[in-house]
């Protein structure tokens, strides 16, 4: 039972262009959303996040949407550059109680950025 | 000055073997986990260790059995090794705590091959 999807397996866009990264998840019950950058033969790297309190983070050319509602997020990156190219995947937290959480990753969407 | 480091990060070995991955971060969290990704890329989280403690342990086969000297450590230590264990084995960090939105920082991960 996949609780976090990502649909597209792959995206390639034009360097300049918006680069619109999607997921969706089914558990009301995460409160906390991520993504996470991922080049090969590296560990994933923490990009961006979001509150489920919130619908909109903003961090330079990363923009991270969340729609409670129809349980979608999405990243937007503008400009795309080449050295975005890489896997990004989604992550929701769901919350054991108390201090401990647990990531739930999508599988993942490879971004090609292309000169 | 790695945050989350783990050795080996190539292991082959036969089946039937024991074997173990060490993991160590330096961040001073009190949180670590080990996640797996399989064949599909899909990264599913094993274990987590909170302060030495097992908090959440996913349904993993008991040949797999994770041991936390300190809370800086989380070794993975698998017994009779299958085929099936083939994959890359993340280890990640991350300060958790009650409302805290915190993210999990990752090694690079420790590419396992059963043969």
């Known amino acids: 039972d996949q609780q976090v999807k990502q649909n597209s397996p792959s995206l390639s866009v034009q360097e300049g262009r918006i680069s619109i990264l999607n997921c969706d998840y089914t558990n009301s019950m995460f409160d906390y959303f991520l993504w996470y950058k991922k080049y090969p033969a590296e560990g994933p790297t923490f990009l961006i996040s979001?509150?489920?309190?919130?619908d909109k983070n903003e961090d330079g050319r990363f923009t991270v949407f969340l729609n409670k509602s129809a349980k979608h997020l999405s990243l937007h990156i503008v400009p795309s550059q080449p050295g975005d190219s890489a896997v990004y995947f989604c992550?929701?937290?769901?919350?054991?109680?108390?201090?401990?959480?647990?990531?739930?990753f999508g599988t993942g969407t490879l971004l090609a950025v292309q000169p | 000055d790695t945050a989350v480091s783990q050795t080996p990060k190539y292991l082959v070995t036969q089946m039937g073997n024991d074997k173990s991955i060490k993991c160590e971060q330096n961040?001073?969290?009190?949180?670590m986990y080990w996640y797996k990704q399989d064949s599909k890329k899909f990264l599913k989280i094993m274990f987590s260790y909170n302060n030495k403690e097992l908090i959440i342990n996913e349904t993993v086969p008991n040949r797999f059995s994770p041991k936390s000297p300190d809370k800086a450590h989380l070794n993975l230590h698998i017994n009779s090794l299958e085929l099936g264990d083939s994959a890359v084995y993340f280890c990640?960090?991350?300060?958790?705590?009650?409302?805290?939105?915190?993210?999990?920082?990752f090694g690079q991960g420790t590419r396992l091959t059963v043969v």
């Open positions: 979001i509150s489920s309190i919130k």
């Open positions: 990640a960090s991350s300060q958790d705590g009650i409302g805290e939105t915190t993210e999990a920082f």
């Open positions: 992550a929701a937290r769901a919350n054991y109680g108390g201090a401990t959480n647990k990531l739930i």
């Open positions: 961040l001073g969290h009190d949180t």
